[in-house]
């Protein structure tokens, strides 16, 4: 065997690979796996170097988080406003925010830190439907500043809140008549703003969005920590314009020996005409390296449940909440998807709601009997309202899916007591209907709107609890601990056509490695979301988790 191969010893090595299923040791070279298994079958009599640093943890293949954002970096250089606890990049656990109060305190002290009077104050992480149904108005944030323009941005970051301030200059203080501003109860703008129009006209009186742009290296950086913390290596950031400061930051990142995460960008469809999109991806794949790999495309059809902005097929909204929006009109949605379909290039599309689902499902169909083509993995995003008709179809199609686990635990109660119903919320992101009728799928967090960890989107699956303790649809819906490791291995590669370079551990593929404290296949599954994580193997590079 040559010098420069290290062979990795394990308590145990969890691989991923049906024809290998578990070793002790893994040889490494230039990046890549040599092999797999036993020390005697490895090394033989052979003079090799053994690291056994690992020699008391246990190796899974490095998660793959098949839907995130670059906001999970860039976020964290603002205030934290959610209910639920949070692990930052630094491994620092950020506690929650339960009332108005507590949210407007942490606020204030945000503000008074800031020394330029007229910058923006952003913060990021609310859901009223976490603390008792409360809205969060324009009243409350003037508390913290009459003159400072402030914006807290949802959890689902398809809902933003604003102070007066922000809505005098963008003149939105006495008007109704623009989609998404919601009235208040003194017949007045709230300050709450939903959807694409209003939050778009009030970035530009803010002098752009928080959410995309002026993208740093430091962003770049604290995703790639946050993912260090959480054991994974290969992460997508699913929506992005892709601006040339973006790319050559992207660029750089990736080309450094020490960057430690394998990145997916998808370009965001609402940022090109296809014709200019189609011509943007082949160019950006023409620069990927190991760890940059361009080629999807994000689109968004809908907004999101819990913000009552999905678009929902009858009966609708448990509670009679009119029904969501289109993000994209739906006579346009064809044209968009198969204009990118025949050009070769993968999408990943958006649909909450079942209406929406539906009408992606249409449209794929359109392209694919317009134009087949074999394995293009085209893969529908949250889905989470889908029933087993819609799975049935995309099996059909040749559609994968990647479904919101994280929901389960997040959302569950206002789903079953709000936004469903029972019968639908036992039935949300139903993960046991994608594996009986064979729908190649993934399970996700969409960092930052719930945490990144794979381990506890895992759990989510497993026993699909909610935060308030109702179990949902665990009869028909749970996966197997096993299966839902595969959800975030090898069915995540899968959706995003990178499973013959990553996701199980096995000749030829990255050295990418999770290194774990426990097994999980040994645990018991309601302890699945405890197991600690040391660290990362990139390439065979190791990166130990930062602890504060």
């Known amino acids: 065997m040559p010098t ?32 797999v298994g036993t020390f005697d079958e490895i090394c ?25 954002h670059i906001m999970e970096g860039m976020m964290w250089s603002l205030p934290y406003v959610g209910a639920g606890n949070r692990r930052s990049p630094e491994g620092k656990l950020v506690e929650g925010l339960a009332t108005i109060e507590a949210i407007v305190a942490r606020l204030k002290e945000a503000e008074a830190a800031m020394t330029d009077p007229e910058a923006p104050l952003f913060a990021w992480g609310f859901d009223p439907l976490h603390i008792g149904g409360v809205r969060l108005t324009r009243q409350d944030l003037d508390r913290v500043s009459a003159t400072r323009p402030i914006m807290v941005i949802h959890a689902s970051f398809h809902i933003s809140n604003v102070n ?23 017949g007045k703008p709230s300050g709450e703003l939903q959807g694409i129009a209003a939050r778009f006209r009030v970035f530009r009186v803010l002098g752009g969005n928080p959410l995309s742009g002026n993208l740093k290296v430091d962003d770049v950086n604290r995703y790639a920590a946050s993912a260090c913390v959480q054991g994974v290596t290969t992460i997508t950031d699913l929506h992005n314009d892709l601006a040339d400061q973006t790319v050559e930051v992207y660029q750089a990142a990736s080309r450094r020996p ?25 160019a950006l794949r023409a620069t990927n390296n190991d760890k940059l790999h361009y080629g999807i495309v994000k689109l968004v059809v809908d907004g ?37 379909h025949n050009a070769g290039i993968q999408l990943h599309i958006h649909t909450n709601g ?88 993934a399970i996700h967090s969409d960092a930052p709107v719930t945490p990144l960890s794979p381990l506890f989107t ?9 935060s308030g303790g109702r179990v949902l649809g665990k009869e028909t819906e749970a996966l197997t601990v096993e299966q839902a490791l ?63």
Not at 458 to 466: E, K, Q
Not at 490 to 519: C, R
């Open 258 to 282: 020490d960057f430690s995460v394998r990145l997916v960008p998808a370009m965001a469809s609402v940022s090109h005409a296809p014709a200019q999109g189609i011509e943007k991806v082949k």
């Open 304 to 340: 999101s449940i819990q913000g009552f902005t999905a678009r929902v097929r009858w009966p609708g909204y448990h509670n009679g909440a009119p029904n969501g929006l289109w993000y994209i009109a739906p006579e346009e949605l064809p044209s968009i998807v198969g204009a990118y």
């Open 44 to 68: 033989g009599s052979a003079d090799v170097k053994i690291d056994d640093r690992f020699k008391d943890k246990v190796l899974l293949p490095g998660f793959v988080e098949g839907h995130s």
């Open 458 to 466: 895992a759990w989510c699956a497993v026993n699909r609890v909610s």
């Open 164 to 186: 007066t301030t922000v809505l005098q200059r963008a003149e939105l203080d006495h008007t109704a008549n623009i989609s998404g501003v919601i009235m208040g109860t003194d």
């Open 4 to 35: 420069n191969t290290v062979v990795f010893s394990a308590r145990e090595i969890v691989t991923m690979n049906p024809s290998r299923p578990s070793a002790t040791h893994v040889a490494v070279r230039d990046g890549r796996i040599v092999a």
């Open 354 to 441: 079942d209406e929406a689902t539906e009408l992606a499902l249409d449209a794929v169909e359109a392209a694919q009997t317009a134009m087949p083509r074999p394995d293009h993995r085209h893969t529908l995003q949250h889905c989470q309202m889908a029933d087993a008709a819609q799975f049935k179809r995309m099996k059909a199609l040749g559609m994968c899916v990647n479904l919101f686990a994280n929901h389960v635990y997040y959302w569950g109660d206002s789903h079953f007591d709000l936004t469903m119903g029972p019968e639908r919320a036992n039935r949300l992101d139903a993960t046991g209907t994608a594996q009986r009728i064979g729908v190649p799928y």
């Open 486 to 548: 595969a959800a975030v291995t090898i069915g995540a590669a899968y959706t995003l056509k990178l499973d013959h370079m990553v996701g199980s551990i096995e000749a030829g593929k990255y050295a990418d490695f999770a290194v774990l404290e426990e097994n999980p296949l040994e645990v018991a599954p309601e302890k699945l979301k405890d197991i600690a994580v040391w660290g990362t193997v990139v390439g065979g590079h190791v990166r130990e988790a930062p602890r504060a």
